[in-house]
């Protein structure tokens, strides 16, 4: 019978496959790119879960993954249903089946000295050879198959980017955040600046009312000496920094900038240094942390 429903707005991917071969790495990745990411989603929920997207009239989520972990007869007759039943409502989700090798995933559990989810009180390959019979025939249907037998964790991370991440997106977010030391530095910062360097806008009357993001404020602060060059050594400092995140599969970093009360000068260098940052790969989030708050 022809398929006379409408096509769905939503992206869908379902994550699943072997225990310990990279199911959470793909929801990571996922989640990084911006996809709305459930975990351990019980197979029977996934129409619920479609459902409730769809209801959604503020289309916020236009894409998301369901990581199904498989561990018995009646899970796999649950997700074989409702992949059907998804596809008969108009949707079209694309199933992922991460594998690898009985030998990568008994080295991968006893790395970790955790029991197979399916062992029981045999031995771990017992647990690893009753999972692959399970899922045998959910393998050789998936549309998508990522063999991860002999990756490392960046490695892998890179694999599953190439067959479910890719998109146009930046692979690098970077939070350029601005703050005033007298609150504290920021407990999530990667990397931290101090503008108290600079003279400071504060002790001027005329520029006192204003913010680091007026020009007045921001043409003051790049004017001084060291400013410029602040800049400048910044950014080549961060070049092999953020090079080597690209390569390691690191999705966001937070670079932290200064000043006493986080109002002019570390406002005015960081709406500068975000600027400057941007690229193909990566994107800059600018975030004023103190502002307003004196």
């Given at each position: 019978?022809?398929?006379t429903?409408?096509?769905?707005?939503?992206?869908?991917v379902?994550?699943t496959?072997?225990?310990?071969?990279?199911?959470?790495?793909?929801?990571?990745?996922?989640e990084?790119?911006?996809?709305?990411?459930?975990?351990?989603?019980?197979?029977?929920?996934?129409?619920?879960?479609?459902?409730?997207?769809?209801?959604?009239?503020n289309?916020?989520?236009?894409?998301?993954?369901?990581?199904?972990?498989?561990?018995?007869?009646a899970?796999f007759?649950?997700?074989?249903?409702?992949?059907?039943?998804?596809?008969?409502?108009?949707?079209?989700?694309?199933?992922?089946?991460m594998?690898a090798?009985?030998?990568?995933?008994?080295?991968r559990?006893e790395?970790?000295?955790?029991?197979?989810p399916?062992?029981?009180?045999?031995?771990?390959?017992?647990?690893?050879?009753?999972e692959?019979?399970?899922?045998?025939?959910?393998?050789?249907?998936?549309?998508?198959?990522?063999?991860?037998?002999?990756?490392?964790?960046?490695?892998?991370?890179?694999?599953?980017?190439?067959?479910?991440?890719?998109?146009?997106?930046?692979?690098?977010?970077?939070?350029?955040?601005?703050?005033?030391?007298?609150?504290?530095?920021?407990?999530d910062?990667?990397?931290?600046?101090?503008?108290?360097?600079?003279?400071?806008?504060?002790?001027?009357?005329?520029?006192?009312?204003?913010?680091?993001?007026?020009?007045?404020?921001?043409?003051?602060?790049?004017?001084?000496?060291?400013?410029?060059?602040?800049?400048?050594?910044?950014l080549a400092?961060?070049?092999?920094?953020?090079?080597?995140y690209?390569r390691e599969?690191?999705?966001?970093?937070?670079?932290?900038?200064?000043?006493?009360?986080?109002?002019?000068?570390?406002?005015a260098?960081?709406?500068?240094?975000?600027?400057?940052?941007?690229?193909?790969?990566?994107?800059?989030?600018i975030?004023h942390?103190?502002?307003?708050?004196?």
């Amino acid at each position: 019978m022809t398929d006379t429903s409408p096509p769905r707005s939503a992206e869908m991917v379902i994550v699943t496959g072997m225990s310990g071969a990279g199911r959470t790495t793909a929801a990571n990745v996922l989640e990084d790119r911006g996809w709305y990411v459930i975990d351990n989603l019980p197979p029977q929920m996934l129409v619920p879960l479609a459902e409730l997207i769809e209801r959604d009239d503020n289309r916020q989520v236009s894409q998301f993954a369901a990581v199904v972990d498989v561990r018995s007869r009646a899970f796999f007759t649950d997700l074989r249903e409702g992949i059907d039943h998804l596809r008969d409502q108009g949707w079209r989700p694309s199933v992922v089946f991460m594998d690898a090798t009985d030998e990568a995933l008994v080295r991968r559990f006893e790395s970790v000295r955790r029991p197979h989810p399916l062992q029981g009180e045999g031995r771990l390959l017992d647990g690893i050879l009753r999972e692959r019979d399970l899922l045998r025939d959910l393998r050789s249907n998936a549309d998508i198959l990522l063999d991860t037998s002999g990756l490392n964790v960046h490695q892998l991370t890179a694999k599953v980017r190439e067959f479910v991440g890719s998109d146009d997106g930046p692979d690098l977010r970077i939070a350029v955040m601005s703050f005033g030391f007298k609150y504290g530095i920021p407990l999530d910062a990667d990397l931290v600046f101090d503008m108290r360097f600079l003279p400071n806008p504060f002790w001027n009357p005329q520029l006192r009312p204003f913010t680091g993001k007026d020009q007045v404020v921001a043409d003051f602060v790049l004017a001084q000496p060291g400013a410029r060059e602040f800049l400048d050594g910044a950014l080549a400092l961060l070049k092999p920094m953020t090079e080597g995140y690209l390569r390691e599969g690191r999705g966001y970093v937070t670079l932290a900038i200064g000043c006493t009360g986080g109002k002019h000068r570390s406002v005015a260098m960081t709406e500068a240094l975000a600027a400057r940052l941007g690229s193909a790969q990566i994107r800059s989030i600018i975030v004023h942390r103190d502002l307003g708050r004196e």
